[in-house]
């Protein structure tokens, strides 16, 4: 696809997905904060798999035009938030949610009947200035302007092992190298738990073998990967198996890795239907859920793991741009030769 790139007008500061391949840079409104609103100065907007698939046109649920970016680092500027002071660093929970509804109501917002992702569902903080619901600012109190980029995009992996509730006796299979899988992998090897990692994608295999000593390393079209995943569990297969690829495909033949009593736990999305055998997932008596989005429990306790060190997931950023770059780079994140990670977006 060839990206088309326009420019409106100089003093750019939004940045609007007008249709699939083309980014226009357009001069906005400095929004005004209202009660329980508050405006914020983004600093940093991290580039994800979702923001990917709008622009190739390709993610579900999604219309245009649209402002990108949800995953966001920024600066309080002005507004009523509680304890909030100017220029004080924080990142934003990108999830709005109604809280009245069964899900919210048992604390589960991430899920809400009537969930809105900022740069999804609504526009998002590709832009110099945001203005968000108080109750989605969190302080920053300490961490680096990127690692508050970050929080989000590993929000997501957090909630789908807490929601495993795997123990660090337990091996796990992640299927699905890229942030997501990265993240998930992550906190797995926190925990103390035996991960092992699948891609077809050799060089991201490789990059979270360097960057988290994970050993075993699986290609799924290696004839003897099947193999390797029984040694490497001593023949009984990963207890949680976690699919970070929304893809049709690998999803529906994931489930053959599970062990009897294991877990699978879907945290990519596709729109197809997902297919299995009856009696082979019935005789290990296993556990198929979801995991959609994440918490501010989720939030607050991946960002107190930053802090204390626990983890330190500014090795995932491998690409830096300028906002001012975006319309005209964008394309090439999506260039398997670039060997994309995690792009960081600078104001």
Not at 56 to 66: A, L, N
Not at 178 to 200: E, N, T, Y
Request: aromatic letters at 8%.
């Amino acid at each position: 696809m060839d990206a088309v790139f326009s420019l409106i007008s100089f003093g750019m500061n939004t940045l609007v997905c007008k249709n699939p391949g083309h980014f226009s840079y357009e001069e906005t409104d400095h929004p005004v904060p209202k009660k329980g609103f508050s405006v914020i100065k983004i600093k940093r907007v991290g580039i994800c798999g979702t923001d990917l698939h709008a622009f190739e046109g390709t993610q579900p649920f999604f219309s245009y035009p649209r402002v990108l970016g949800h995953e966001l680092a920024a600066e309080f500027e002005e507004g009523d938030a509680p304890g909030f002071q100017k220029g004080d660093p924080l990142t934003v929970i990108p999830y709005i949610h109604c809280g009245s509804c069964i899900a919210c109501r048992q604390g589960k917002t991430n899920c809400c009947s009537s969930l809105k992702v900022l740069g999804v569902h609504v526009d998002g903080g590709m832009s110099e200035y945001f203005m968000a619901p108080n109750e989605l600012l969190l302080k920053g109190d300490g961490l680096p302007i990127d690692a508050l980029a970050l929080v989000e995009p590993l929000c997501i992996g957090y909630h789908a092992v807490q929601r495993s509730a795997i123990q660090p006796t337990e091996t796990a299979l992640v299927i699905g190298a890229g942030p997501i899988g990265f993240g998930l992998m992550l906190f797995l090897k926190a925990m103390g738990v035996k991960v092992m990692g699948m891609d077809i994608n050799h060089d991201r295999l490789e990059f979270c073998h360097t960057h988290l000593q994970i050993d075993g390393m699986l290609d799924p079209r290696d004839e003897d990967h099947f193999d390797k995943i029984k040694a490497l569990t001593s023949g009984e297969m990963p207890a949680v198996v976690f699919d970070a690829t929304g893809n049709g495909k690998a999803i529906n033949n994931a489930f053959r890795y599970l062990s009897h009593a294991g877990k699978y736990v879907l945290v990519g999305l596709q729109l197809g239907d997902i297919s299995f055998s009856h009696p082979e997932f019935h005789k290990r008596e296993a556990t198929l859920m979801s995991s959609r989005n994440a918490t501010q429990h989720d939030f607050l306790e991946v960002m107190d793991m930053i802090r204390q060190k626990k983890i330190d997931p500014l090795c995932m950023i491998t690409h830096r741009l300028r906002f001012d770059e975006v319309g005209k780079s964008f394309e090439q994140l999506m260039d398997p030769a670039q060997q994309v990670v995690k792009a960081m977006v600078s104001f």
